[in-house]
């Protein structure tokens, strides 16, 4: 079991929150195209496993054609083995899906979709700078719809700066009412590198304090799970069967395979991040050299990770695989830690499995911290 990641780095604007690599000089789409094939041959002895996900994002890979998702596809095809029925997702922004861009889609394998619609609400979604308004966001989930796909997940943003309990509550019913199989949310964080993080350091930007945004976090849960959602990791709901097949192989620690500029992989012994631009990311392609770095975890390393994440999901963190496969006996390291976390009412400990409750999701980071081995 093995995932594909592909990263598709270009953007028709830059939202004022975005910290992923991406380019709006979209001149050089096809060059892009034709070197991430070329990574595709040079990298595809890095997993011995067949593929059983592939995601397309970025950036926005719904601004690729035909052309350039058949490039792309047929070579994914040449260079690897696909599983039956591999879950293959494709990032999208509203603005782009038209019922032809649909059916080209479609036409490509792709069988779901992963729609950034951020919010239901004209000034918000100006404020954000993205490229729809809210008209657009619900013409493109109806047209979703027609064209057959019956695979879906939603993209909704919180905590923003104006973002009150009303409009939030307002969002997540109108989400609904299209009944997507599967819902992500995060909470705003102010990235350095973007017009929020330079907007914030002048003051002209107050972030929504911690507060606020655990009640737009619990209003989430509660409107989410009384609908019928699991869910299954902090960010991340669905409908029972809908779980992104991708994003959980990340979180069960299965391999997988980036390609692309600041495309990340993973092969269970290290990690490799792909160089975060796309001149350079070309130019060395096109001599044949992919041009990453590359980490080797350690066991601490893979102990943190597997407890940051592990902790955020449903299945939570099994205490027995920490001790079979990394030698570490939590219980006997954090016993007391542990024991006040369950005090609290933040997390459960049965059959050697540790879980989150609704509260403790709430500080979800910062108990995994507090877990964590010093490195
Ligand atoms: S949020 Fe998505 S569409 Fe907006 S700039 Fe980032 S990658 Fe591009």
Redesign the pocket.
């Known amino acids: 079991m093995a995932g594909l990641y592909v990263h598709i780095p270009f953007?028709k604007q830059?939202?004022h929150y975005?910290d992923?690599h991406?380019s709006t000089d979209i001149s050089t789409r096809l060059e892009m195209c034709k070197a991430l094939v070329s990574e595709l041959v040079l990298q595809k002895d890095y997993l011995a496993e067949e593929i059983t996900t592939i995601y397309l994002g970025?950036?926005?890979p719904s601004l690729l054609n035909r052309a350039e998702l058949d490039i792309l596809f047929s070579s994914i095809r040449t260079q690897f083995t696909l599983a039956p029925q591999t879950e293959i997702t494709l990032e999208a922004?509203p603005d782009d899906l038209t019922k032809e861009k649909l059916e080209e889609i479609r036409a490509s394998g792709i069988n779901r979709l992963s729609i950034?619609i951020q919010s239901f609400n004209d000034n918000l979604l100006k404020y954000l700078n993205r490229a729809h308004d809210a008209q657009g966001a619900r013409r493109c989930l109806e047209t979703v719809r027609e064209a057959g796909f019956n695979n879906i997940s939603i993209d909704l943003i919180y905590a923003i700066p104006g973002l009150t309990q009303k409009i939030w509550k307002e969002t997540l019913q109108e989400a609904l009412s299209f009944l997507p199989e599967h819902i992500s949310s995060y909470g705003l964080t102010i990235e350095e590198r973007t017009v929020f993080g330079n907007w914030s350091k002048r003051g002209k930007l107050h972030p929504v304090d911690e507060e606020n945004s655990a009640q737009q976090f619990e209003l989430l849960m509660a409107i989410l799970s009384h609908s019928g959602y699991e869910h299954y990791e902090i960010s991340n709901f669905c409908k029972p069967g809908f779980h992104s097949r991708h994003n959980s192989s990340y979180w069960k620690q299965s391999r997988y395979l980036g390609i692309g500029p600041s495309a990340h992989s993973y092969n269970g012994d290290s990690r490799q991040f792909n160089i975060r631009n796309n001149a350079s990311y070309i130019r060395s392609i096109n001599e044949g050299i992919v041009p990453f770095e590359r980490e080797v975890l350690t066991r601490e390393n893979k102990i943190n990770e597997y407890i940051l994440t592990t902790l955020r999901t449903d299945w939570g963190c099994d205490l027995s695989f920490l001790k079979l496969h990394l030698e570490d006996d939590l219980l006997h390291r954090c016993g007391d830690n542990l024991s006040l976390l369950q005090q609290k009412g933040l997390l459960t400990i049965g059959n050697g499995i540790l879980l989150l409750s609704r509260k403790g999701k709430l500080l979800a980071d910062k108990i995994a911290e507090d877990l964590m081995v010093s490195v």
Do not use: E, P, W
């Open positions: 953007c830059a939202c975005c992923f991406f970025g950036g926005t922004n950034g």
